[in-house]
């Protein structure tokens, strides 16, 4: 399972730097329309701070202090800074995940969850529907208005 895990994380983290790599005007990653209330920069910024979170600190044991607000209030960082953050937030997932024990999957997450406790295997099954979901919307941003 752990390696299945890895393998997947593996793929949407580089799905997710190819999609901002994709874009061919880099303003086009900041804008938003009556109808898209997220753009491609914040989404990633937002998960670049999930994944250093929820597992870098809590699974990797990273000091790591999350700041939310500016994950979405945050505008015009670089196409280049945003893709650096994606491929550094790759290393501390996979190098967490790697170093993780097996017999830790099944057990309790350290912290609830919208107040649920959750085993380990179940929060990172949760946090990698979250990556590929936010990175979906990205390309959609991204084949809609980078124009």
Avoid at 37 to 61: D, K, Q, T
Avoid at 62 to 82: C, G, H, M, S, W
Avoid at 104 to 121: A, M, R, S, W
Wanted: aromatic share 8%; with cysteine; proline share 2%.
């Amino acid at each position: 399972m752990k390696t299945a895990i890895i393998q997947l994380y593996s793929r949407e983290i580089d799905r997710l730097a190819s999609e901002i790599e994709q874009y061919k005007e880099e303003t086009s990653l900041w804008k938003l329309t009556d109808n898209i209330s997220n753009c491609a920069g914040n989404l990633c910024l937002h998960l670049v701070g999930n994944l250093n979170h929820f597992i870098g600190r809590y699974i990797g044991n990273i000091d790591y202090v999350r700041q939310r607000n500016a994950e979405f209030n945050t505008k015009d960082v670089p196409k280049a800074t945003l893709v650096s953050e994606v491929n550094k937030v790759k290393e501390v997932v996979l190098t967490a995940l790697k170093n993780f024990p097996d017999a830790q999957l099944k057990k309790n997450y350290p912290i609830k969850k919208n107040g649920e406790v959750l085993t380990n295997e179940f929060m990172l099954m949760h946090l990698l529907w979250h990556l590929s979901y936010h990175v979906g919307q990205i390309n959609y941003h991204r084949r809609l208005l980078d124009i």
